[in-house]
């Protein structure tokens, strides 16, 4: 922030963000729950690492949101 200005978002912005967090969250839940109920081996470590890395952006929404 090479201005020096508060940069801020709006209202609707931050509904976004949020709303993009929980289908984010939604998708981490069925690819975790798919691993590990129909797949083993490779395969299931691949998409449980994909989950997992889902919720830095999750987080990273959820953040922006709050403030």
């Known amino acids: 922030n090479p201005?020096?200005?508060?940069?801020t978002m709006s209202s609707m912005d931050k509904m976004w963000a949020s709303l993009i967090a929980i289908a984010l969250m939604l998708v981490a839940s069925i690819l975790i729950t798919f691993?590990?109920?129909?797949?083993?081996?490779?395969?299931?470590?691949?998409?449980?690492?994909?989950a997992f890395l889902l919720f830095i952006p999750i987080v990273v929404l959820m953040l922006l949101s709050m403030f």
């Open 3 to 7: 201005g020096g200005e508060n940069i």
């Open 35 to 50: 691993a590990r109920s129909k797949t083993t081996g490779f395969i299931r470590v691949v998409l449980s690492i994909v």
